[in-house]
């Protein structure tokens, strides 16, 4: 399939995004993540995508778990902060509440629901690596939200780093 035949499938479909969050050497970083989902029911695993040029993915290579956060519809300006600011140059906890989990991921205040994986293994498939997560700390039950953030809420969003 030419990639414009894959990029026209893509741009129809409107799934979840997630921000991403890691700490690892004294150093935390986050991301607003369109590639991810859940890819094993037994053993459970989620897998998110990072790009190779992202902060967070530099950081990701030294960590042991990534935390996984979904957002509200309302929750825009946190997406906005995590999708169009990079950790290159702002630190974006400063400007948000959060809290370490038990390993220490910096876990979103302002999230609809979250879960915290250690990181199973990595794949590399190509401009973006996978990170296979297994759950280790899970964000108490919440009512299904109103309406999810979505891809096409955040479409316009100007990246703090290329893809």
């Known amino acids: 399939m030419a990639e414009t035949g894959l990029d026209a499938f ?4 409107d799934g979840p995004v997630y921000v991403v969050t890691v700490a690892a050497s004294g150093t935390r970083s986050g991301c607003l993540v369109g590639f991810a989902s859940q890819c094993s029911i037994r053993p459970p695993r989620f897998v998110v995508w990072l790009s190779k040029l992202n902060h967070t993915f530099r950081v990701a290579q030294s960590a042991s778990h990534l935390a996984v956060h979904v957002l509200d519809h ?5 997406a ?16 948000v509440d959060w809290r370490p989990s ?20 990595r794949l590399d498939a190509g401009d973006h690596v996978g990170f296979v997560l297994a ?20 479409k316009d969003i100007a990246p703090g780093h290329p893809a």
């Open 10 to 13: 893509a741009d129809v479909l």
């Open 74 to 78: 309302a929750e825009g300006p946190l």
């Open 80 to 95: 906005e902060l995590f999708g169009g600011e990079t950790g290159d140059r702002v630190d974006k906890f400063a400007r």
């Open 135 to 154: 759950p280790t700390e899970v964000s108490p039950p919440v009512p299904t939200p109103p309406a999810l953030l979505r891809y096409g809420d955040v």
């Open 102 to 121: 038990a390993d220490g991921s910096p876990v979103l205040a302002g999230a609809r629901a979250w879960f915290v994986g250690r990181i199973a293994t």
